[in-house]
């Protein structure tokens, strides 16, 4: 029994890794990447400032699209760890996770419908990142609730205000600070290469972040969107 507990304990502590890892990452591109950082900045932080602007757009897009540079990455911490002898089961599921991050994140965007009894399951017993709390990082100016995969950790991190204090120190050291665009704060049009993308249904045309509001307002009209009730007024 006490290594059932164990192996528990070790699976949940491997499941707040790869969440902490993943939000660390979706941190990074929100708050300094650019769309014209050399490599990652056409791979991975277009499709970051488009999801910002129009969340629901990459539901759309299959499991490959959303996860093949994820799983490139998970194949070399696969490699690495077998070739130094460390590849044990936490390893694995350390990649499972972090490989479909985007996937678990996609399923906070999506209807219950959509996302079949299991995954709605593992929303309702907050295992899985739900809808109503990922809301909380789509409300302006997005500096927030970073983490994709479970609600366990995001609340964690927001009481000891783990990412001004995180971009505090980045700027102590470097001077940069936290990027400041309309996809983030809400403020302006979109740029011209998102604007030109489709939006994919009407029931997104109030897309969250296309204006400052407080955050259980966004959660509301979340919500609203995904199950496609009349929002009335803006
Ligand atoms: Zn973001
Ligand atoms: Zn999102």
């Known amino acids: ?26 941190w990074l591109e929100d708050a300094y990447g650019t769309e014209t ?26 499991w490959w699209q959303s996860s093949w540079d994820l799983l490139l990455l998970g194949a070399l911490i696969i490699g690495v760890a077998a070739w130094t002898g460390v590849l ?51 409300t302006d100016p997005k500096n927030t609730y970073y983490c994709p995969v479970t609600n366990l950790l995001n609340p964690v991190l927001e009481f000891i205000g783990f990412w001004p204090k995180l971009e505090a120190v980045i700027e102590a050291l470097t001077g940069a600070t936290h990027r400041k665009d309309a996809s983030n704060r809400g403020e302006g049009p979109a740029p011209a290469w998102v604007a030109e993308l489709r939006r994919p249904s009407a029931a997104h045309a109030h897309d969250l972040g296309s204006a400052r509001r407080p955050a259980a307002h966004a959660v509301i009209e979340m919500e609203s969107e995904l199950e496609g009730l009349p929002l009335g007024g803006s």
């Not at 950082?37 to 299959?62: A, E, Q, S």
């Open 1 to 26: 029994m006490s290594s059932l507990l164990l192996v528990s304990a070790q699976a949940l502590g491997v499941v707040a890794l790869a969440d902490f890892i993943s939000g660390l990452v979706h």
């Open 37 to 62: 950082t050399p490599v990652v900045g056409t791979l991975m932080i277009r499709p970051n400032i488009i999801h910002h602007h129009y969340p629901r757009y990459f539901t759309k897009l299959n």
């Open 88 to 138: 044990t089961w936490h390893v694995w599921l350390f990649v499972a996770i972090c490989v479909n991050a985007n996937q678990i994140h996609k399923w906070s965007h999506q209807t219950r419908a959509e996302n079949g009894r299991l995954v709605s399951f593992l929303q309702d017993i907050h295992l899985l990142l739900t809808p109503r709390q990922h809301a909380l990082h789509h």
